[in-house]
């Protein structure tokens, strides 16, 4: 009884700690203002409704290789792009840039026609 020693935890480690990572600082001034600015996408496709207000549907082709049959397969997609002055009439081929949500569907808006459609070259004669 006189000299009874309590049985001890057994001391647990000290837990090592990874240094914190520092992020990369960004030198180029121009770089951070073109990221900013940022590289619009443009897409070239055919008007083929143009009955709303400023609003134009412009249906965009694209060729793409089968995975399995290895054979080229046009696939298309249509956007709803916003065209200020009701410029662009149906079978136009246009550009448009993406842009900042304008409605529930236009993301787009009209950058510039690139060639009329016949029928509005006709009816202008």
Known sequence: MATEKKASAPKAAPKKVAPKATKPVVKAASTATANVLGR?????GTVVSDKMQKTIVV??????RHPLYKKYVNRSRRFKAHDEKNTAKT???VRIIESR???RDKRWALQEILRRSAQTLEIGV
């Open 40 to 44: 619009r996408k443009e897409v070239v």
């Open 59 to 64: 249906k965009v082709d694209r060729r793409v």
């Open 91 to 93: 079978g136009d081929l």
């Open 101 to 103: 949500p304008l409605s």
